[in-house]
Structure formats: structure tokens, C-alpha cells
């Protein structure tokens, strides 16, 4: 029994030490705390000063054959996205994005999400990886193969663009076999 105590003990120890995903930073600019490293959607959710992730999306209503086509496409790659929660088009195309993949029922786990500071930099170097320089930017990957990306704004809207991107990768893939 005591060795089941010191194994939950030293578990939840580490559990305590393991590092914080993200960091809250002061923003001199607005006065308000940005975040910066990985995040999910829930820490935006949780989050005060991002009221404007679940505002935004409650909004926002994708084009519904649009999401249909979306959800029988989009299973198949991995989205890498950098956003600066400080930024207006971040502020406006985020909660655009997070509506349109919960209604393509897009499993969030293939989902990698960044926080960048006014200079475009994450916590480690995946902002240099990636070659962040805009923000909000959604990468699609195709395992290590970088299919397209959205940058700072878009075309028609989030998931017309989305599925711009993922037509002309199956486009593509079809002319290579």
C-alpha cells in the first residue's frame, strides 16, 4: 500500500512540474495579456481576454454543403495554425475557423495551435519552421508535406478557402499517379 502512495504521490509531483504548454505575456501595446506557445481551443475558451474566440464563433454560420464536402476531406490532414491573440484578424478569422471545423466534425487532436507575440514568435522555434511572418496563419499538412496555406485573410471565406486548398491537393495527387 505504501508503495501505491509513493508512485500516486510521485505522479501527480510530476504531473505539478511538467511545463506549462503556453506562457501569458503583458501586451504594452493594449495592456492586456497575450499568450504565447501551444494552445487549444479550450485555453482560448477558458480565458477572459478571448472572449472573442466563442462570441465570434456563435456569430458565425459556415456554408453548410461547404462543411458537408469539408467533413469527407479534411480527416485525411493535420492543420498547423499561429495566431496572436492581440490581433484583430486573428480575432476575426479564428472563431471562423473553430466553427467551421466542430461543424466538419474535424477531430481537434490533428489540430497544432501557437501563440505568437507582436515579433511572431512562439515559445520554441516552430514559428522559424514554419516561417511565421502574419498572423493568424492555418497551415494544411499532408503528414510532412505542407499542401497549402491561409494567411492573415481570405479569398472567399474560411471554408471555401479550406476546401480550395484540399480539391487542388486531391487535383494534384490524381495528375502524380
Known amino acids: 500500500?505504501?508503495?501505491?502512495?509513493a508512485l500516486l504521490s510521485l505522479t501527480l509531483l510530476s504531473m505539478n512540474m511538467q511545463a506549462q504548454d503556453f506562457i501569458?505575456?503583458?501586451?504594452?501595446?493594449?495592456?492586456?495579456?497575450?499568450?504565447?506557445?501551444?494552445?487549444?481551443?479550450?485555453?482560448?475558451l477558458?480565458?477572459?481576454t478571448c472572449s472573442w474566440l466563442q462570441e465570434g464563433a456563435k456569430e458565425y454560420t459556415p456554408n453548410k454543403e461547404t462543411?458537408?464536402?469539408?467533413?469527407?476531406?479534411?480527416?485525411?490532414?493535420?492543420?498547423k495554425v499561429f495566431i496572436g491573440t492581440w490581433c484583430e484578424?486573428?480575432?476575426?478569422?479564428?472563431p471562423q475557423f473553430f466553427k467551421t471545423l466542430t461543424a466538419s466534425s474535424y477531430d481537434l487532436n490533428g489540430l497544432e495551435m501557437y501563440g505568437v507575440n507582436?515579433?511572431?514568435?512562439?515559445?520554441?522555434v516552430e514559428h522559424k519552421i514554419y516561417n511565421i511572418s502574419r498572423v493568424p496563419t492555418f497551415i494544411i499538412?499532408?503528414?510532412?508535406?505542407?499542401?497549402?496555406?491561409?494567411?492573415?485573410?481570405?479569398?472567399?471565406?474560411?471554408?471555401?478557402?479550406?476546401?480550395?486548398?484540399?480539391?487542388?491537393?486531391?487535383?494534384?495527387?490524381?495528375?502524380?499517379?
Open 67 to 79: 462543411v458537408k464536402q469539408l467533413n469527407a476531406l479534411l480527416p485525411k490532414y493535420k492543420i
Open 46 to 48: 477558458a480565458e477572459s
Open 141 to 177: 499538412m499532408d503528414r510532412f508535406r505542407e499542401v497549402g496555406r491561409i494567411t492573415e485573410s481570405v479569398n472567399v471565406s474560411i471554408e471555401e478557402d479550406l476546401l480550395e486548398i484540399l480539391a487542388r491537393d486531391m487535383r494534384n495527387q490524381s495528375a502524380e499517379k
Open 118 to 124: 507582436r515579433n511572431k514568435e512562439a515559445l520554441n
Open 1 to 5: 500500500m505504501k508503495t501505491i502512495l
Open 24 to 44: 501569458r505575456e503583458y501586451d504594452s501595446k493594449t495592456e492586456k495579456p497575450l499568450l504565447r506557445g501551444e494552445l487549444s481551443f479550450e485555453d482560448l
Open 89 to 94: 484578424d486573428t480575432q476575426e478569422l479564428l
